[in-house]
C-alpha cells in the first residue's frame, strides 16, 4: 500500500526566510501528488497538485514543488515565507486511477514575524 | 457561495452509543470521500461514493462503520457502537468529477465533525 513520510513535524522560520518540506511517497508506479494546507481554524485547500509533464509545478500564494521521480520525493518550497504562512500542510498521493488520497502525517510551518 | 457542509462540528458521546454524522457536498459534485483525522496524524480515507454507490469502502476499519448517500447528494457516516479509539475529526470532502478522465484531483473539504467518545 502507498504511504507518505513527511520526515519535518514542525518548522519556525522567521518572515523572509526561505522553505523547503519534504515528502517521500513509497510506490514507485504512476502517481498523483498534492500538497494541501490548513490554515488555523479552517479548512483542509489545495496548494497545488502534479499529474504529469513538468516536474516543477506552481501554485497559489508563490509556493512551487517538484517532483523526482528518482527519489520519489515531491518536496514543496517557497522562496519567502510570510507570517499568513503558518499553517499545517500536508502532502498526499494517489496511484493513477485510484481515488484514494494517501495523506501524510503533516508539517507544522509556524512563522515568525 | 456553499462548501461543504458537515454536521455536527462537534460531538461527545459515550461508549457503546451510535452516532450519525452528514455531510452536504457542494452541489453538482458526484464524488464524494469520507476521511478521519487522529490527533497527530494526516486524514486517513475511509471510504469514497461515486453518485449513489460506495465506489471504494476499502478504508472502513470494521462493520461498526457504515455510510450512505441514498439520493448521490448528502452523505451520513454511521457509526455503531462507538469506542475510545473512533475519537477524530472526520472530515468530508467532495470533487465534481472523481474518478473520470476530467478528475482534476482536486478535493474540496469541509471543516469536519470532531468526534468525542467518553
Known amino acids: 500500500a502507498q504511504s507518505v513520510s513527511q520526515h519535518n513535524h514542525h518548522v519556525i522560520l522567521s518572515e523572509a526566510a526561505s522553505l523547503e518540506l519534504g515528502c517521500n511517497y513509497s510506490y514507485g508506479g504512476t502517481v498523483n501528488l498534492f500538497w494541501y494546507v490548513q490554515y488555523p481554524g479552517q479548512h483542509l485547500q489545495l496548494l497545488l497538485k502534479?499529474?504529469?509533464?513538468?516536474?516543477l509545478v506552481k501554485g497559489i500564494k508563490g509556493f512551487e514543488a517538484e517532483f523526482i521521480k528518482s527519489k520519489f520525493s515531491f518536496n514543496l518550497r517557497k522562496p519567502s515565507v510570510q507570517w499568513s504562512d503558518t499553517a499545517e500542510y500536508f502532502c498526499?498521493?494517489?496511484?493513477?486511477?485510484?481515488?484514494?488520497?494517501?495523506f501524510g502525517t503533516g508539517t507544522r510551518l509556524t512563522i515568525i514575524p | 457561495g456553499a462548501g461543504v457542509s458537515q454536521t455536527p462540528s462537534n460531538k461527545v458521546t459515550e461508549k457503546g452509543k451510535y452516532v450519525e454524522l452528514r455531510c452536504d457536498p457542494i452541489s453538482g459534485h458526484t464524488a464524494l470521500y469520507w476521511y478521519r483525522q487522529s490527533l497527530g496524524q494526516g486524514p486517513e480515507f475511509l471510504i469514497y461514493f461515486q453518485g449513489t454507490g460506495a465506489a471504494d469502502d476499502s478504508g472502513l476499519p470494521n462493520d461498526r462503520f457504515f455510510a450512505v448517500r441514498p439520493e448521490g447528494s448528502v452523505s451520513t457516516l454511521k457509526i455503531q457502537r462507538t469506542e475510545r479509539g473512533d475519537s477524530a475529526v472526520y472530515l468530508c470532502?467532495?470533487?465534481?468529477?472523481?474518478?473520470?478522465?476530467?478528475?482534476?484531483?482536486?478535493?474540496?473539504f469541509g471543516e469536519g465533525s470532531r468526534l468525542t467518545v467518553l
Open positions: 470532502a467532495s470533487s465534481p468529477l472523481g474518478g473520470s478522465r476530467e478528475s482534476t484531483g482536486e478535493l474540496f
Open positions: 498526499a498521493v494517489n496511484d493513477f486511477g485510484n481515488e484514494k488520497l494517501t
Open positions: 502534479y499529474f504529469s509533464g513538468d516536474p
